[in-house]
């Protein structure tokens, strides 16, 4: 609990690269009823900073099938990006 695992495991960062399309599944039963809902910050993890949704889209519905996040990161986008859950503060990382 309180925490999202990336490919199988608690990561503390993710490295990412301009020009490049990340997919995040988001179809895990426990992202239903938007009990902890993904997205992406300037400022850190407790949803006190501006929201960065540039180059972000999402697919269906969190917790069923199918549905997902996709990143593409653009050229200037912030060196520093947090993923956290806007529901609850320093989930995330």
Known sequence: GGAYYIDGVIRKSLELHE???YIFDLSDNSLASGAHPFSFSTAGTDGSGTAYSAGISTTGTAGTTGAKKT???SAGA??????YCTRHSGMGN
């Open 78 to 83: 912030p060196t520093t990006l947090y993923y």
């Open 19 to 21: 020009h490049q399309t």
């Open 71 to 73: 990143f593409v990161v």
